[in-house]
């Protein structure tokens, strides 16, 4: 079944702990906690101290998502704070860090993942592969909300999908950026089982009907 996971860059941060108590009733599976740093991404937006309340808030899964330099400074830190799953960029750290990061996640009892930009090729995933819960193909440029899909990474997706199926089948193929119930279809389709969505889901008045649009779009 396609999971749905909305994100948390699109909530109302003054009402946060009741949006996500909207998404949670409206059949969520996961929460997607955006954490940028202003270096690997031009934005700011939040932290660990965000990352523990919402841990105190809610039980739902929470999937952050660490567009930050040099992650593997911190993967300890926000596992800490309460995150279940922690996803961080291949492009934001040296090779031995990247293993060192996947390494202190899972001493944590965590899940982990990488996500890769659209310029990204698959090929820079094959190394780290086999350890991951998790994959994140972004179709926009991280850093910022509310971009257009780029229909160009849908290949991509695919060839992860194929190489996941071969090397690492449990592992979870996730989406982010643009994804609303036109293109949920076709990230499905290239073989995504996870779908993060912030407008589409927070923007919205009925956010049951918008979960359950994209998730059977």
Do not use: W
């Amino acid at each position: 079944m396609t999971k749905i996971a909305p994100s948390i860059l699109s909530a109302d941060f003054a009402n946060l702990k009741k949006d996500v108590e909207d998404v949670r009733l409206a059949g969520a599976d996961y929460l997607h906690v955006d954490v940028m740093d202003g270096l690997f991404v031009p934005n700011i937006s939040i932290g660990i101290p965000v990352v523990k309340s919402l841990r105190r808030a809610t039980d739902m899964f929470l999937d952050v998502h660490l567009m930050i330099d040099r992650p593997h400074r911190y993967v300890k830190e926000f596992c800490q704070a309460g995150a279940d799953l922690v996803v961080f960029h291949v492009e934001a750290d040296q090779p031995q860090d990247i293993f060192a990061a996947i390494s202190l996640i899972k001493e944590q009892g965590k899940k982990v993942g990488l996500s890769v930009k659209p310029r990204s090729p698959a090929s820079v995933l094959v190394p780290y592969i086999h350890l991951l819960d998790l994959v994140l193909v972004m179709t926009v440029e991280p850093g910022f909300g509310g971009q257009s899909f780029m229909h160009d990474q849908l290949p991509k997706i695919e060839e992860i999908h194929n190489m996941l199926k071969d090397l690492n089948p449990s592992c979870e193929l996730e989406v982010d950026g643009g994804v609303d119930p036109t293109t949920a279809p076709l990230v499905k389709a290239a073989g995504a089982n996870v779908l993060v969505a912030g407008s589409a889901i927070f923007g919205k008045a009925d956010r049951a009907a918008a979960i359950e649009a994209i998730r059977k779009a």
